[in-house]
């Protein structure tokens, strides 16, 4: 704990919780139909152009609606991402003095969360950029963050594909657990646009572009109606249904550049099967530790990967299909948005809850990972 006030020192419990969250939701919308009308015209010129080829299948709205329940994404980028030549975000490149984009979203969605938890930056000892992707390797964008909206102690970056901003929560709360910090920032700027790759027709449509922030905090210094953590819990087991080898050691060469495997790829079937049962299990493990009935969570705020998957993990853990009160949906209009989907979820959807309501945050994803957070809220 670096300089702390002695206002902000008095009464530390060692107890975390979250204090508030922040959200940053990029104004441009990709709709389905917009997305499949330029992924079907690269169709036709690419069919055209390779007349010798394996001729490429059009993408159907209805398919996309039907495998995932994605209607639309936001994005930072929507001119360069339906340009048939182009199916990529592009933006001018910022100077090393300028905000990062991903900074930028980033400080957007953690100004939110301090601003509603009346928290200034001063009263912040750390920031954590939990995020599948960082847009460069060093110096950190946690460390740019925490500069700009000025808050002193330390800040790094931490990837955990779609658990990024769980394993996040856990990091954050195991400091305050640990009486590290007393106020730590967990930012997850998710610009996933840029490791999808908008001409693949099996996963062009699953994701989406968002900054999410939450603001873990000791109970001792939180505000009114605070969230208490009750419990976290990890989990990873490696597996290469999703996978995505950019890296530094492979630098684009005239023969790598553009190969799928530099960008998301995934066997999405055996991701669905094999990954609902292991974050059940999880989830229905960690209850038991904590002395929850499953039954009696009053809302699951899950990962937002794909409609199905939280449909069949709600019902495993609350024994019966969940209506939208008890799992909300936010995939439909945000699509996948990786890590931060189940902290827009709740972000959105937590407020109308009363003190004494147990919930669960629950990421899970590439790694695999997964993550789940339970909390109760405070009046
Ligand atoms: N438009 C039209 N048809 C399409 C299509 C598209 N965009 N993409 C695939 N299809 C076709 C396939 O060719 C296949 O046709 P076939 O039956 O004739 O072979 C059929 O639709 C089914 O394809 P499949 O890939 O098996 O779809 P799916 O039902 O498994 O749904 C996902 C795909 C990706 C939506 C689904 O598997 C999923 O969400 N999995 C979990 C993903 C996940 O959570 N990932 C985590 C990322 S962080």
Redesign the pocket.
Known sequence: MQDAQPSLTAGLTGRPVISATGLFTPAEIITNEELVASFNTFVDRYNAAHPEAEPLAY??VK??EK??GIKARHVMSKTSILDPEIMAPRWPERANDELSIMAEIGVAAAQQALDRAGRRPQDVDAVLCAASNMQRPYPAMAIEIQQALGIEGFAFDMNV??SSATFGIQTAADYIRAGNARSVLVVSPEITSGHLNWRD??????FGDVATAVLVEDAGLAPAGHWEILGTRLKTVFSNN?RNNFGFLNRATPETQGTPDKLFV?E??K??KE?VPMVAQLILEEAARLGIAPESLRRLWLHQ??AG?NRLIAQKVLGHEANEDESPTVLDTYG?T?SAGSIIAFHLHSDDLVAGDTGLICSF??GYSAGSVFVRKVG
């Open positions: 993408s159907s398919f996309i495998a995932s594909a779609c027709r099996d996963s062009h449509f699953i999703i995934q999405g079937r991701v669905f990954v990967a794909n998957m996948n990786s994803g590439a």
